[in-house]
């Protein structure tokens, strides 16, 4: 298993923006990559400006793909 993880933090502006694309984004990787086995984005209640996408894939090969 290889597990990725990202913290964003973003400008106020951009921030239901950004949402969007991550949510258009999971999508896909979730339907169409056999070894991407999890994709979460979660948002803080605290910071709406801070975004923690967790990516869970069978193997770092799968992952370098999915980039």
Same mark, same amino acid.
């Given at each position: 298993?290889?597990?990725?993880?990202?913290?964003? *933090?973003?400008?106020? &502006?951009?921030?239901?923006?950004?949402?969007?694309?991550?949510?258009?984004?999971?999508?896909?990787?979730?339907?169409? &990559?056999?070894?991407?086995?999890?994709? *979460?984005?979660?948002? !803080?209640?605290? !910071?709406?400006?801070?975004?923690?996408?967790? &990516? =869970?894939? *069978?193997? =770092?090969?799968?992952? *370098? &793909?999915?980039?």
């Amino acid at each position: 298993m290889y597990i990725v993880t990202v913290e964003f *933090d973003m400008h106020p &502006e951009y921030v239901e923006e950004f949402r969007r694309a991550v949510t258009r984004q999971a999508s896909p990787s979730l339907h169409c &990559e056999a070894e991407c086995r999890q994709l *979460d984005a979660c948002y !803080s209640g605290d !910071s709406p400006m801070a975004c923690f996408p967790y &990516e =869970k894939y *069978d193997s =770092k090969a799968a992952f *370098d &793909e999915h980039l």
